[in-house]
Nanobody, 123 residues
Framework: VQLQASGGGLVQAGGSLRLSCVAS????????MGWFRQAPGKEREFVAA????????YYADSVKGRFTVSRDTDKNTLYLQMNSLKPEDTAVYYC?????????????????WGQGTQVTVSS
């Protein structure tokens, strides 16, 4: 499994960005795909996740209502639409994937990681 994230950049507070993550190496039915972020000096934190099959989603409270995770199964691409960005959203954003099969639980740990893309929100 290979994951390639892109779309980061510099944006003013209140602005928007859309991150993309192209997934390759296999079919992803039965996988959960997630977005994580890591700010300088802080631990990596969960942002959002989506089940590749069915498309159900799950968000961290800090981004709920502002960020939207989606996927295009034809393009094998994961997206993170980020609106109403705040300076505290500044971080390196990573996409990740893990096999969950038919599990009804959202995964805590992910097996495959992309390289990260920098998002900087200026005040």
């Amino acid at each position: 499994v290979q994951l390639q994230a892109s779309g980061g950049g510099l944006v003013q507070a209140g602005g928007s960005l859309r991150l993309s993550c192209v997934a390759s190496g296999r079919t992803f039915n039965g996988y959960a795909m997630g977005w994580f972020r890591q700010a300088p000096g802080k631990e990596r934190e969960f942002v959002a996740a989506i089940r590749w099959s069915g498309g159900s989603t799950y968000y961290a409270d800090s981004v709920k209502g502002r960020f939207t995770v989606s996927r295009d199964t034809d393009k094998n691409t994961l997206y993170l639409q980020m609106n109403s960005l705040k300076p505290e959203d500044t971080a390196v954003y990573y996409c990740a994937a893990v096999w969950i099969g038919n599990s009804g639980n959202w995964p805590r740990n992910y097996d495959y990681w992309g390289q990260g893309t920098q998002v900087t929100v200026s005040s």
